[in-house]
């Protein structure tokens, strides 16, 4: 024997078919747009001014700590920083880079290599130079982190006070293949956590400064530092 079903049964049917292939459709449109981006997602972030204010000039210079500081959280297992480590940990590397490189205004690629050695006693970095773009992205394919010195008038970032710093540093946490665009978490803003720059303008603003009080920069050189768990 049949079962007869009514119209409002088949209406309902229909319409939880439709909400389940919609949630199906959905969720595998959300797969499709990550899988093509490869990211460090448990990066941590800070800003080099956690407490907003940027007119300290430990903080305002305090873009290679902040970059230094969320690559070793991560190294060792950290996934979050709060305000009052992060401005902790900023004052003691900027009274260590005074006594170790005579400055904590800027430093070099070579330098935050050192400092990440000798300060956190973590062999696993190296600065690499003379680098190119396919460079960056491969080392990124890996699952490492890789700090970049850059001329941060040339990223166009809305968010920093213009027209940008000239010295910058930043650390890249991933690339998305498909827009072309590299991931990071960029100190200089608060706004800065999972920031994407498109890949050609990032590369292009990259260039290393020597370790002092904002000396000329008078040699383009392409540099990073590769930081491996």
């Known amino acids: 024997m049949h079962r007869l079903v009514s119209s409002s049964q088949n209406a309902k049917a229909r319409y939880a078919a439709g909400i389940i292939t919609g949630l199906f459709l959905i969720s595998l449109l959300c797969f499709s747009a990550g899988a093509h981006a490869a990211i460090i997602d448990t990066f941590p972030?800070?800003?080099?001014?956690?407490?907003?204010?940027?007119?300290?000039?430990?903080?305002?210079?305090?873009?290679?700590?902040?970059?230094?500081?969320?690559?070793m959280r991560w190294v060792r297992g950290g996934t979050s920083l709060s305000k009052k480590e992060a401005l902790s940990e900023?004052?003691?590397?900027?009274?260590?880079?005074?006594?170790?490189?005579?400055?904590?205004?800027?430093?070099?690629?070579?330098?935050?290599?050192?400092?990440?050695?000798?300060?956190y006693k973590h062999v696993n970095v190296e600065a690499r130079f003379s680098i190119q773009l396919e460079d960056v992205i491969n080392e990124l394919k890996k699952g490492v982190v890789v700090l970049v010195p850059v001329d941060g008038r040339k990223l166009r970032n809305p968010y920093y006070t213009a027209p940008g710093p000239e010295r910058h540093m930043l650390p890249i946490i991933g690339y998305d293949e498909v827009q072309k665009e590299f991931i990071t978490n960029d100190p200089g803003?608060?706004?800065?956590?999972?920031?994407?720059?498109?890949?050609?303008?990032?590369?292009?603003?990259?260039?290393?400064?020597?370790?002092?009080?904002?000396?000329?920069?008078?040699?383009?050189?392409?540099?990073?530092?590769?930081?491996?768990?």
């Open 45 to 71: 972030f800070t800003s080099q001014a956690p407490d907003g204010n940027w007119k300290n000039a430990m903080y305002q210079n305090g873009c290679e700590e902040a970059s230094v500081i969320m690559a």
């Open 90 to 119: 900023i004052q003691k590397l900027s009274v260590y880079e005074k006594k170790r490189f005579g400055t904590y205004i800027d430093l070099s690629t070579g330098d935050t290599a050192k400092l990440i050695r000798d300060y």
């Open 189 to 229: 803003t608060r706004q800065g956590k999972a920031y994407r720059y498109k890949e050609e303008r990032l590369f292009q603003a990259i260039r290393d400064y020597s370790t002092g009080d904002h000396k000329p920069v008078t040699n383009i050189v392409k540099a990073m530092v590769v930081v491996r768990q």
